[in-house]
């Protein structure tokens, strides 16, 4: 689990100093597309890219095109990133996009205006199978690769839905608790361990438990190997897609 504690270093790096817990006791993915609908949860055709905005200049979420305000996000994520939005689709007149929002509860969406942004398509996501803990690298509807992971405990289980990578961190301490790197996502444990004061952000991370990789034995983020990370680190970037599923 990330923390607010994270602080840019001179080398621009961010180190971590999150907790996490001991060891306790297939849905269908989203596929990418770029949909000029008002429902953008509507059928995907693997060959169009997920869009990626960039709402670094910060942003005002509507409930929907030109509609109520809902909130606003800040140019900057709490850990330094810039924010960039996952947009699962856009208005008929292309002027909105409905994003992932970073807020809790879980599963937020919202509308942002799009005019003067900077949008980047990819086809490159994750998904993250919980109940046969594999992070899966995925581009279009193809694996890339697939990597054991570490997934909560039965009382502070890996939330399920739809997320992004908010923060990429080189954490400074490799043999710390969330290994050389961490990728921050956009969703939020619910159900933190009791006397838990490490954060509620979800990430994927290393460890300096390898043992405890393919269990249940996290505080809901998600631990991978320090090959996987370094497998992983040049190709996601912040608004990259993530779909957790139990």
């Known amino acids: 689990m990330l923390t607010n504690r994270l602080r840019v270093t001179a080398l621009a790096l961010l180190a971590v100093a ?18 000029r609908t008002s429902h953008p949860a509507a059928a995907r055709s693997s060959d169009r890219p997920f869009v990626l905005v960039d709402a670094s200049s910060g942003a005002v979420v509507r409930a929907r095109p030109g509609g109520a305000i809902l909130g606003a996000l800040d140019g900057v994520t ?15 007149d292309g002027r ?3 994003v992932v ?5 879980n599963g937020r969406t919202g509308w942002i205006s799009i005019a003067g942004r900077r949008t980047v398509h990819t086809h490159t996501w994750v998904q993250v199978d919980v109940s046969r803990r594999r992070v899966i690298l995925m581009r279009g509807d193809a694996v890339v690769d697939s990597y054991v992971a570490a997934v909560g405990t039965a009382t502070s289980p890996t939330p399920s839905g739809r997320f992004s990578v908010t923060d990429p961190v080189a954490t400074g301490d490799p043999s710390g608790p969330l290994g050389w790197y961490a990728f921050g996502l956009s969703g939020h444990q619910p159900r933190l361990p009791a006397g838990w004061s ?29 090959a996987a990370l370094q497998a992983l680190k ?11 599923h139990p």
């Open 18 to 35: 999150a907790l996490w817990t001991a060891p306790a006791a297939q849905a269908h993915p989203l596929l990418p597309a770029r949909d």
């Open 198 to 226: 490490g954060g509620d952000q979800l990430a994927i991370h290393g460890t300096n438990d390898p043992a405890s990789l393919g269990t249940p034995a996290s505080a809901g983020c998600l631990r991978v190997s320090a």
């Open 96 to 98: 909105w996009a409905r």
């Open 234 to 244: 040049p190709l996601l970037r912040p608004g990259t897609p993530v779909v957790i």
């Open 78 to 92: 709490p850990l330094g990133s810039p924010t960039w939005l996952w947009a699962l689709g856009e208005s008929r």
């Open 101 to 105: 929002l970073p807020w809790r509860p």
